[in-house]
């Protein structure tokens, strides 16, 4: 069964532990993702950008997460991620998706109360939970490019009206990371992030969560970011074991030898995230 994940991230939040969302790009790919939860009795959020959700197909992926959910016996929510399309976020709901987040962050803040309201008022009846975006996220995610000196860090004023405005249950407000790998550890504004969490009661979502490091997002975690994304790491540390395979032996090309190592490298990598974030055991 797939849940909403607005639950899932107010206990996380109340009980100070966070919880990963992973970026999925394949069936394959969730498969592992739920399979690596289970292994430590981990609650997870798998999700798919508008590419993936073009890719695979939204009623696929829902059919793909729930037979993983039920199979390895964990609560696995699903999540569109970056979705600045009102008619693929509604596509998504029919589906079956539990979240979906509205980023209008590239519009004025008025306009992006407006199209966030839009979705909280299609949504939210649903039990299907929200994410918004106020400041600008730095680097690319699939669609999604914002150059570094266009990158801009969320006013903790503008959350709290944003909330109010809007009555999203979770908020990502942009907070020093980038999407991708950076060279050189981010700059993250754990001040900035402190007084939003002080004046905001949602749940927060970190962005950009590969390539910072385990100890900087703990500690984001701990002042109220419940919900970490987790993208480019995945997907390269899984890619990259497929093209280790083929270095070492070009002609073995039996799906099911060079997939498997494709899975060890994926677990591995959904272990030591949900070990940092300190979702282990919190079903
Ligand atoms: P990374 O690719 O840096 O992990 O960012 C993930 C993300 O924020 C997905 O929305
Ligand atoms: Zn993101
Ligand atoms: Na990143």
């Avoid at 107010?10 to 919880?19: P, Q, R, S, T, V």
Wanted: aromatic fraction near 6%; charged fraction near 25%.
């Amino acid at each position: 069964t797939l849940y909403s994940t607005t639950p899932m991230l107010n206990k996380a939040k109340k009980e100070g532990y966070g919880i990963v969302a992973f970026n999925v790009h394949s069936f394959d790919s969730i498969f592992w993702v739920v399979e690596g939860a289970a292994q430590l009795y981990s609650p997870v959020i798998l999700q798919t950008t508008m590419g993936t959700v073009k890719s695979l197909g939204a009623k696929n992926i829902v059919e793909a997460a729930t037979a993983a959910s039920n199979y390895f016996d964990v609560p696995v929510g699903l999540h569109l991620d970056h979705c600045t399309d009102y008619e693929l976020i509604k596509q998504c709901v029919r589906a079956g998706y539990t979240s979906v987040m509205i980023d209008a962050s590239m519009h004025s803040f008025d306009e992006n109360v407006t199209r966030t309201k839009e979705v909280v008022d299609l949504a939210k009846s649903l039990h299907v939970n929200i994410e918004a975006e106020l400041g600008k996220v730095g680097g690319v995610e699939d669609d999604i490019v914002v150059d570094e000196k266009d990158a801009q860090k969320a006013v903790p004023e503008e959350c709290v009206a944003f909330v109010e405005q809007t009555g999203v249950p979770t908020l990502a407000p942009a907070i020093g990371t980038a999407h991708g790998i950076y060279k050189g550890d981010p700059d993250i504004d754990f001040d900035r992030i402190q007084k939003i969490a002080e004046i905001v009661d949602v749940p927060l979502v970190l962005h950009g969560g590969s390539a910072v490091p385990d100890k900087d997002v703990r500690q984001c975690v701990s002042l109220g970011m419940a919900k970490v994304n987790v993208s480019t790491e995945l997907k390269n540390a899984y890619s990259q074991a497929i093209a280790d395979h083929f270095k070492e032996y070009p002609d073995q090309l039996d799906p099911r030898q060079y997939l498997q190592k494709a899975k060890d490298a994926a677990i591995e990598m959904v272990a030591s995230k949900i070990k940092m974030v300190g979702s282990e055991g919190k079903l």
